[in-house]
């Protein structure tokens, strides 16, 4: 580490994390949930919480046989904008968490190819997850809140250092089963982020681009380098779950202890969000995300008046998990 980073991470971490999630919707892992198994390849790295604002279910649900992470340039170009986008877009239609770090270029188009997609997507931040950074990513951070999270390993919203960027990479390369670097040139910090996903023992996957594109030079390299070749959607499934594999059904258990509340009390009788609040012992935001991702997940539907109903699906319903921090 260079001089001077401890004292600036001691300043990043200044707030307390009791105090974290006080105030629009913010919570943490040890408050509400524990961190996602996916986290354990870190070892000796692995953050001791994560400070989030959306839907926490989704963190807790995570897993990396059902996420990708889709990182490259922040100058992009509108090739890997475009191949960007079409790639968030066509995972979350097939159900995976588009993971990526809300930064301008592949970031922004990946997430906004999500949403798109109808489907989840999480970004990891570096100072904080209570605001967007970059500020000018604030419409898209409150749109991937309204159907995903957005999670930081560090509190509040601290001053911002340019360690925090590397240091978010490493959770965005272990979250995921697969990272994709669409347009990188040679010194660019995805080829970190790819470079840890390898250490994870995580697939890396790359899209190819022209060879006279100083904008694909990284992302050339690592294909040389033996990573995997991503054109589509198709590609990125292949390398993740195996030749012709799609994702399997959501199942029960991945959904939580609120997610259980939730549907038990939507088939015990309750039916509007004030009534199911009550029923599964919830505050009004948690019971409305937990609704929004049941729905999502295929569990649940709402009619025109606002009434939920369950879902008659193949899936088993969802058993809450054995207790950790975030029962207490």
């Known amino acids: 580490r260079r001089p001077g980073e401890e004292a600036e991470r001691r300043r990043a971490g200044a707030p307390r994390a009791a105090e974290a999630g006080r105030g629009g919707g913010g919570w943490s892992s040890c408050a509400h949930s524990p961190l996602p198994a996916a986290l354990d390849v870190l070892d000796a790295s692995r953050p001791h919480a994560l400070f989030g604002r959306g839907d926490r279910e989704l963190l807790a649900a995570i897993e990396p046989k059902r996420a990708v992470t889709i990182v490259g340039a922040r100058r992009a170009g509108p090739y890997g904008r475009e191949v960007a986008f079409e790639l968030g877009r066509a995972l979350a239609g097939a159900g995976i968490v588009v993971v990526s770090g809300l930064a301008l270029g592949i970031d922004a188009a990946a997430h906004e190819g999500a949403l798109a997609g109808g489907g989840a997507t999480l970004a990891v931040l570096g100072p904080g997850a209570e605001r967007a950074y970059p500020r000018s990513a604030g ?59 390898g250490d994870c023992g995580r697939i890396v996957g790359a899209v190819p681009g022209p060879v006279s594109s100083w904008r694909s030079s990284g992302t050339n390299g690592l ?7 991503i054109r589509d959607a198709r590609d990125a499934l292949d390398a993740l779950l195996g030749p012709g594999a799609d994702p399997a059904p959501i199942t029960g258990p991945q959904l939580g202890v609120e997610g259980a509340a939730t549907l038990d009390a939507v088939e015990t009788g309750a039916a509007t969000p004030d ?43 969802p058993s809450a998990p054995s207790a950790g921090c975030g029962s207490r």
């Not at 999270?149 to 509040?156: D, K, M, R, T």
């Not at 001053?159 to 272990?174: E, G, K, V």
């Not at 009534?275 to 729905?295: K, P």
């Open 275 to 317: 009534a199911v609040a009550v029923a599964a012992g919830l505050e009004l935001g948690s019971a409305l995300r937990a609704l929004a991702t049941l729905e999502r997940h295929g569990y649940l539907t709402c009619d025109h008046g606002g009434r939920w109903t369950r879902t008659m699906l193949q899936a088993p319903a």
């Open 139 to 197: 419409g898209l951070y409150r749109r991937v809140l309204d159907s995903g999270a957005a999670i930081s390993e560090l509190p509040g919203a601290p001053p911002t250092f340019r360690w925090m960027f590397p240091s978010r990479n490493r959770l965005m390369a272990a979250l995921s089963g697969l990272t994709v670097v669409v347009e990188a040139a040679e010194r660019s910090g995805s080829l970190i982020t790819a470079e840890m996903a």
């Open 223 to 229: 294909l040389a380098d033996g990573a995997a070749v």
